[in-house]
């Protein structure tokens, strides 16, 4: 330490000059100013840090107290569930603590439905991919809860994630030039896909080449006569292109000439059933009952096969003198087609029945002019069966029309 008064060195604890014998405690006093200073801020500094430890307590404290009421609050458990997919979890606490209470299955109400509308909205935005969508969604439907919000949720999200596929192979068939395919595709997308605009560009832009197509396509399949392919895609075509005269007149010809094909074929398939008869109706007619007060029906029916009819059943139709078509009486049923039964027919291979074996139809005698009939169904005495495949084409041929 130097003194002050005569400039000579000093050691640091002195009070007093070695040399002259001034006093050397104004020094000291800074210096002891300067180390109560120290004191005081290590003093303050460890308050400070006493302070923040307790504040941290304090905190953790707080937290673990608040996460506990949380969790024990019934409402908050069944939001975290739903929230981290604990669907069992969020079902137990519901039926345990909510169910019954008004207040709690609203708010429970309104969570769930506040949660549908905000999984929507990130799949509307491309925030979440389907997957976790259709999980989060098939989460909140096995609460058996807001059943109607979500189903139609559901519904909405798959027909979007369909348009968006449906866009995308549009995109991809357009590359490969294979416009049937792609403007198909592009009429699956919605209105609420983002791509609904660009889908109707592409159907604008694209509409020569799958006009061109079609007609080809059309060709091909008519020149192997398949009209009813024919028919198909000129319908479609005509949904997509609903001005187009040339398609229009092309349909309308295809369809005939489909309708003459398929009445050809069934006439064809008609025909063979009818050569696999295995029991023939021979003849009908209408007599009279006894006292000539009610139209009976016979049917004459002949075995062509090797075994014994034991029963078998018929279809009759009935018609006035002019072939249109009448109903049996009241305790007959009242129907236009009636079904005759014989239980203990005992009919031999190769021979008829029906001679001595009539139905009252229960009508004014004179009232029915004709009938037709038809076998539906035989039973053998061997056990075996036999069901008429012509019988549904003879109604269908027959059946509430004019017979000609």
């Known amino acids: ?45 460890s308050n400070k840090k006493k302070s923040i ?22 409402i908050s458990k069944f939001k975290s569930d739903i929230k981290n997919n604990k669907q069992a979890e969020a079902v137990k606490i519901y039926d345990d603590k909510i169910r019954g209470n008004f207040d709690r299955e609203n708010n429970i109400n309104i969570f769930l439905k506040d ?45 979007l994630n369909n348009s968006r596929i449906a866009f ?55 020149n192997n006569k398949e009209y009813e392919k024919v028919v198909g895609v000129l319908s479609e075509a005509i949904t997509i292109l609903p001005n187009d005269t040339d398609l229009t007149a092309k349909t309308s010809v295809y369809e005939k000439l489909e309708a003459t094909k398929v009445e050809a074929e069934r006439k064809q398939k008609m025909e063979g059933f009818i050569r696999k008869q295995e029991v023939d109706v021979l003849s009908c007619n209408v007599v009279s009952d006894y006292f000539n007060l009610n139209d009976e029906a016979k049917v004459i029916v002949k075995n062509k096969t090797n075994k014994v009819i034991k029963k078998y059943s018929v279809g009759i139709l009935m018609y006035d003198s002019n072939g249109y078509p009448l109903e049996s009486g009241t305790l007959a049923g009242e129907n236009q087609l009636f079904q005759g039964k014989v239980d203990s027919a005992n009919i031999q291979p190769g021979q008829s029945f029906g001679e001595d074996y009539v139905w009252n139809l229960y009508t004014d005698y004179g009232t029915i002019n004709k009938i037709i ?24 041929e027959h059946l509430g029309k004019q017979l000609k």
């Open 373 to 396: 009939a038809c076998v539906i169904e035989v039973e053998y005495y061997d056990g075996s069966k036999w069901t008429n495949d012509y019988y549904d084409y003879w109604k269908e």
């Open 53 to 74: 430890i307790a504040c941290s307590v304090l905190v953790i404290i707080i937290c673990m107290v608040t996460g506990i009421i949380y969790f024990n609050n019934p």
């Open 1 to 45: 330490m130097v003194c002050p008064k005569c400039g000579s060195e000093n050691k640091e604890e002195s009070l007093f000059c070695n040399n002259c014998g001034a006093e050397l405690s104004q020094n000291n006093k800074k210096q002891g100013n300067q180390l109560i200073n120290i004191i005081v801020k290590i003093k303050s500094f």
């Open 115 to 159: 949660e549908i509308t905000k999984i929507e909205k990130l799949f509307v935005n491309d925030e979440i991919d389907y997957v976790k969508v259709n999980s989060k969604l098939k989460i909140i439907k096995e609460t058996g809860l807001v059943s109607s919000e979500v189903n139609n949720s559901i519904t909405k999200t798959n027909n």
């Open 168 to 222: 995308e192979k549009g995109e991809e068939f357009i590359k490969n030039k294979d416009f049937i395919n792609a403007i198909k595709e592009y009429k699956s997308v919605i209105s609420d896909d983002k791509n609904y605009e660009s889908a109707k560009v592409q159907i604008k832009n694209n509409e020569k080449q799958y006009k061109n197509q079609v007609l080809k396509s059309v060709e091909n399949f008519a």
